[in-house]
C-alpha cells in the first residue's frame, strides 16, 4: 500500500517544511496543453525557492511517432534536474498550476527515473495562495543536484503492451479521457477518434475534482466499478501520458503502485494506421 503522506502534501505541512534547514527541493512544472508557456505563470509569482521545470522539453521526449510527450531521453533527464538541484535520495515536492496534471506527470517521470522521495503539493499552486502563503519573483539558481537517473522503476505499456492488456479480460486498461472523444465523438486534438478496442472509459472527474484526490477507500470504490480487480493488472492512457500520469498516481493512492502507464498513449496508438480504433460506448466488465 502507498500511504498518502508519501505522496501527496498539503500547503501548511509544506510550508513548515521549506523553513527547515535542509528544506525539500521545489519544482514548479506550469503547464497548459495549449499555452501559453508556464514560465511566463512562474515568472510573475511562485512557491519561495522553486526551481521551474518545464515539462514539454525537459520532463519529456520530443514528440513524434512515441506520442507527443514520450519517455524523455535518460541524460538529458538527468542534467535537467541535476540544474534544477535534485539531490540523490533527497525530497522533491513537484506543484502545477491545479489541475494537477503536469504535477503528476513530473511525479511519475521522477519515480520511473528512480527518485522515490517525490510528492505533489496537493491543490497546487491556487491552494498554496488560498492558505495564503508567501510567493516570490526571485529565480534561484541552486548548486548542482547529483540525481542519477535509472529509468524503468515504475511499469510502462507500449502499445502491443495495452493492447493486450485490454483484450485480455484479466485485467484492465482505463481510458482517461474525456467520453466523447473515447467515443469517437470528436477528437480536438489527434488525427483519429475512438479509443483502444476493449479499454475501458472512466474520464479523469471520476477519481479527481480540480487537482484534489478523494480518500482512498473512495478512490479504491471507483476504479472497482470500473472494472479494476484486487491483484489484476491496470494500466491507464490517455491523449498523450499525462492525464493518465494523474489515473496512475490515484491508482497508488489507492493501494495500486504496481498500475502502469501507456507513456505515449492515444497520440501513439493513432501514429500506426494498422492499429484497429474502436468508437462508441464505454465496455464494462
Known amino acids: 500500500m502507498s500511504g498518502t503522506e508519501d505522496l501527496l502534501v498539503e500547503p501548511d505541512r509544506l510550508a513548515a517544511e521549506l523553513d527547515r534547514a535542509d528544506p525539500p527541493t521545489l519544482l514548479d512544472v506550469r503547464w497548459r496543453l495549449a499555452g501559453p508557456p508556464g514560465r511566463e505563470d512562474y515568472l510573475a509569482g511562485h512557491l519561495p525557492g522553486a526551481v521551474f521545470v518545464d515539462l514539454d ?15 524523455p531521453d535518460p541524460a538529458a533527464l ?26 503528476a506527470r513530473a511525479w ?105 484526490f478523494p480518500a482512498a477507500e473512495a478512490l479504491r470504490e471507483r476504479f472497482a466499478a470500473a472494472g479494476v480487480a484486487e491483484g489484476a493488472p491496470v494500466g491507464a492512457y490517455c491523449g498523450s501520458g499525462v492525464t493518465a500520469a494523474q489515473a496512475v498516481l490515484a491508482l497508488h493512492l489507492a493501494g495500486r503502485p504496481d498500475a502502469a502507464l501507456y507513456v505515449g498513449s492515444w497520440s501513439n496508438w493513432v501514429a500506426d494506421p494498422d492499429r484497429p480504433v474502436a468508437t462508441g460506448e464505454t465496455s464494462r466488465r
Not at 520530443?62 to 514520450?70: L, N, T
Not at 538527468?78 to 496534471?101: C, E, I, K, N, S
Open 57 to 71: 522539453t525537459e520532463l519529456c521526449g520530443r514528440p513524434g511517432a512515441a506520442g507527443r510527450h514520450p519517455l
Open 78 to 103: 538527468q542534467a535537467a534536474l541535476r540544474a534544477a538541484g535534485v539531490r540523490a535520495g533527497h525530497p522533491v515536492v513537484v506543484y502545477d498550476g491545479g489541475d494537477g496534471m503536469s504535477a
Open 108 to 212: 511519475w517521470t521522477l519515480r520511473w527515473a528512480g527518485h522515490r522521495a517525490v510528492r505533489v503539493l496537493h491543490g497546487g499552486f491556487p491552494a498554496w495562495v488560498a492558505a495564503g502563503l508567501p510567493l516570490s519573483t526571485e529565480a534561484p539558481a541552486p548548486p548542482p543536484g547529483d540525481v542519477r537517473v535509472t529509468p524503468g522503476e515504475l511499469p510502462v505499456l507500449d502499445a502491443g503492451e495495452a493492447a493486450r492488456l485490454a483484450a485480455a479480460g484479466t485485467g484492465v486498461l482505463l481510458d482517461v479521457r474525456a467520453a466523447p472523444r473515447y467515443q469517437g465523438e470528436t477528437e480536438p486534438i489527434d488525427p483519429v477518434a475512438g479509443h483502444i478496442p476493449g479499454a475501458v472509459n472512466l474520464p479523469a472527474p471520476g477519481y479527481v475534482a480540480e487537482g484534489r
